[in-house]
T-cell receptor
Framework: KAGVTQTPRYLIKTRGQQVTLSCSPI?????VSWYQQTPGQGLQFLFE???????NKGNFPGRFSGRQFSNSRSEMNVSTLELGDSALYLC?????????????FGPGTRLTVT | AQSVTQLDSQVPVFEEAPVELRCNYS??????LFWYVQYPNQGLQLLLK??????LVESINGFEAEFNKSQTSFHLRKPSVHISDTAEYFC????????????FGTGTQLKVEL
């Protein structure tokens, strides 16, 4: 069974631009969560989607948004990029939206904002 | 709200020596507890989890963790480490009330030396 895939793996953008990151969950998984990982702030929860509905949202500005499609694939978008948005963005998929189910993480997208 | 504290940012240890990585949490609600491992340039992998029942949980590669409710701790231990255990280890909690949101600690870099 294929794991969680994230595209692209690496991305370089300029301040003020916007970016869209994609996450394809494991087949059959209906929950997708997104995390931002930085050396300074560590791993921070962005949002969670289940069956195309946002289930949970972290404390990030409105520039960060996401969505989930009917095939469970998810995208996150960051508008008006800032230097501080440089990070590794990880997505995780799970069978259900109960915390007891294992979450499987993708390799991440490394975003660099210059 | 929940928080997770990993007091040790780095733990150097010689191969075949025992190791303990400490994790304390704070939460106003019941939580599930997790340990994740991250190898360089990779996503997170679940090492072990505590959901309920026996307070001692074990992984397939020799790690174990014990849930201590009174001390709100979930320390990770291994009696004999290997070079291949060198990685960053993250303790995390999620609310038992539903949802997959994980709150992570800041991580502990385990460096195993010959």
């Amino acid at each position: 069974k294929a794991g969680v895939t994230q595209t692209p793996r690496y991305l370089i953008k300029t301040r003020g631009q916007q970016v869209t990151l994609s996450c394809s969950p494991i087949s059959g998984h209906r929950s997708v969560s997104w995390y931002q990982q930085t050396p300074g702030q560590g791993l921070q929860f962005l949002f969670e989607y289940f069956s195309e509905t946002q289930r949970n949202k972290g404390n990030f500005p409105g520039r960060f948004s996401g969505r989930q499609f009917s095939n469970s694939r998810s995208e996150m978008n960051v508008s008006t990029l800032e230097l501080g948005d440089s990070a590794l963005y990880l997505c995780a998929s799970s069978l259900a939206d109960w915390g007891s189910y294992e979450q499987y993480f993708g390799p991440g997208t490394r975003l660099t904002v210059t | 709200a929940q928080s997770v504290t990993q007091l040790d940012s780095q733990v150097p240890v010689f191969e075949e020596a025992p190791v303990e990585l400490r994790c304390n949490y704070s939460s106003s609600v019941s939580v599930y507890l997790f340990w994740y491992v991250q190898y360089p340039n990779q996503g997170l992998q679940l090492l072990l989890k505590y959901l309920s029942g026996s307070t001692l949980v074990e992984s397939i590669n020799g790690f174990e963790a014990e849930f201590n409710k009174s001390q709100t701790s979930f320390h990770l231990r291994k009696p004999s480490v290997h070079i291949s255990d060198t990685a960053e280890y993250f303790c995390a909690v999620s609310d038992t009330g539903g949802g997959n949101k994980l709150t992570f600690g800041t991580g502990t870099q385990l460096k195993v030396e010959l």
